[in-house]
């Protein structure tokens, strides 16, 4: 290895090492201050998110951030964060760091220093600025005609091939958790799926509904100050504190019957259902309330558009479209609602609801020429449908 002297311009960060190739999988136990050293092709927004929330030094990430065929958000948000990445170092660094290694970001070069020997350079790359990012954005977004293209065939072919599912009932299990007649809440992993819980916090609080995490989404839930009933999935990223909250578990399994995530519960002297069934974790929650007769089915943090799902690894969205067309206008799909208040603005229940149709003449005249107004309109209207369970 090289040895080199250590600057001390502003863009050199120390921490120690946090190594893993599953991103999902290292955020549940860095710690803040390490330096986070993954191997993540198209670093999603989630993924940065939460290496954002765990207060890291820095990231070095093996693969390129921005794979090129599809604008990626992860990168853009570690950057608005002020948090250094070190971008497409190789692979070779997943060996030659090991966890705990004290490591110091120079520029673009990774130093590692050992059982107090000297700095030793051990990989370089590209440091992520602004206008590289952009850059790396435009190039993506002239090649995404081509995956989108390529997204929608495998949906439709993928759909056509998985239609006779949507006649056949999921084999669910014998639940101890009451559904029919109420309304569900099914919290994902995705995209602002904290704010937009936020945003509905009134309505889960007025309507008692039943609380699906999928699972990272049931550890935003206790975040939040709310127990999950339920808790779906292949258990990957949900914390055993989660796990052991006292929610039903229900572990997603292969169609074959394999369930690798059974293992980790068991390890953990708990007990769970089995469900086998194609298609995302997300899907078979919303599947699942159906069927139990939920009155309605909000789902937040969900994976609806083409990047979510690109983010998300996945090629096509075809078991998502079935399960949304069969289970039709129970669906309520809040993602994105905190998007529409900003500051103090909170959705109102309760007294101010018979207010605001009260003064339908004034808030329609106001919002006609106020267009920030009518954001906020919309958001009332939402909590409407939800509160009163309209379609």
């Given at each position: 290895m090289i040895h080199r002297s250590i600057s001390s311009r502003k863009r050199i960060c120390h921490?120690?090492?946090?190594?893993?190739?599953?991103?999902?999988?290292?955020?549940h136990r860095i710690r803040p201050g390490q330096i986070a050293v993954i191997n993540h092709v198209d670093l999603d927004e989630v993924a940065a998110e939460a290496l954002i929330k765990s207060r890291v030094k820095g990231v070095v990430n093996a693969a390129l951030s921005i794979g090129g065929s599809y604008p990626t958000r992860g990168p853009g948000r570690?950057?608005?964060?002020?948090?250094?990445?070190?971008?497409g170092v190789g692979e070779e660094v997943m060996e030659w760091v090991n966890e705990g290694d004290p490591l110091c970001l120079d520029g673009n070069r990774l130093y590692r220093k050992r059982?107090?020997?000297?700095?030793t350079e051990v990989a370089s790359g590209c440091r992520m600025t602004r206008e590289?990012?952009?850059?790396?954005?435009?190039?993506?977004?002239?090649?995404?005609?081509?995956?989108?293209?390529?997204?929608?065939?495998?949906?439709l072919r993928y759909a056509d091939?998985?239609?006779p599912m949507l006649n056949r009932p999921l084999p669910v299990p014998v639940l101890t958790?009451?559904?029919?007649?109420?309304?569900?809440?099914?919290?994902?992993?995705?995209?602002?799926?904290?704010?937009?819980?936020?945003?509905?916090?009134?309505?889960?609080r007025e309507r008692n509904p039943v609380l699906f995490g999928v699972d990272g989404g049931a550890d935003a839930l206790l975040e939040q100050g709310f127990q999950p009933d339920i808790i779906l999935g292949d258990m990957d990223s949900v914390t055993d504190r989660a796990l052991m909250s006292g929610a039903e578990l229900i572990v997603h399994?292969?169609?074959?019957?394999?369930?690798?995530?059974?293992?980790?519960?068991?390890?953990?002297?708990?007990?769970?259902?089995?469900?086998?069934?194609p298609g995302t974790s997300e899907d078979v929650a919303m599947l699942l309330a159906h069927q139990k007769g939920a009155e309605r089915i909000v789902?937040?943090?969900?994976?609806?558009?083409?990047?979510?799902?690109?983010?998300?690894?996945?090629?096509?969205?075809?078991?998502?479209?079935?399960?949304?067309?069969?289970?039709?206008?129970?669906?309520?799909?809040?993602?994105?609602v905190s998007y529409l208040y900003s500051g103090s603005e909170r959705p109102v229940t309760g007294g101010l609801l018979v207010l605001l149709s009260a003064s339908t003449v004034p808030v329609v005249a106001y919002a006609s020429v106020n267009p920030r107004f009518v954001q906020v309109v919309k958001l009332l209207w939402l909590n409407l449908k939800i509160f009163f369970s309209w379609v």
């Open positions: 921490g120690t090492a946090a190594v893993d190739s599953k991103t999902k999988r290292l955020i570690l950057l608005q964060a002020g948090i250094p990445l070190l971008d059982s107090g020997g000297p700095w590289i990012w952009l850059e790396r954005m435009k190039e993506a977004a002239k090649n995404f005609e081509g995956t989108l293209d390529s997204f929608v065939d495998n949906t091939r998985e239609r958790t009451p559904i029919r007649g109420k309304n569900a809440v099914v919290v994902v992993r995705g995209g602002g799926h904290e704010e937009d819980l936020g945003a509905v916090r009134s309505f889960v399994a292969y169609p074959d019957g394999r369930a690798p995530g059974l293992k980790r519960v068991e390890c953990l002297g708990l007990t769970a259902h089995v469900l086998p069934y789902m937040l943090g969900s994976h609806s558009n083409t990047v979510d799902f690109l983010e998300k690894g996945r090629k096509g969205m075809a078991s998502t479209l079935l399960a949304r067309m069969k289970v039709g206008p129970r669906l309520v799909d809040a993602k994105g």
